[in-house]
């Protein structure tokens, strides 16, 4: 399930099933989109690059 949800972000990363949302706060330079219900990918742009930052559970992440 996560290396299909990869492809899709890397398809295209504005797709809504990925969920994908700007953080808040602490985590304001960030970004993340699910894998499902609760595994999550944090992440931060960098110009056009996206670079993974952490993966886990919500509240692993957050």
Do not use: I, Q
Request: a negative charge; aromatic letters at 12%; charged letters at 30%.
């Amino acid at each position: 399930m996560l290396r299909a949800v990869l492809r899709r972000f890397a398809a295209d990363p504005g797709d809504p099933l990925l969920r994908l949302h700007k953080l808040k706060g602490d985590l304001a330079e960030y970004w993340a989109f699910s894998v499902d219900d609760d595994l999550r990918v944090l992440f931060r742009w960098e110009g056009d690059e996206a670079f993974l930052v952490n993966l886990g559970s919500h509240d692993e992440v957050y």
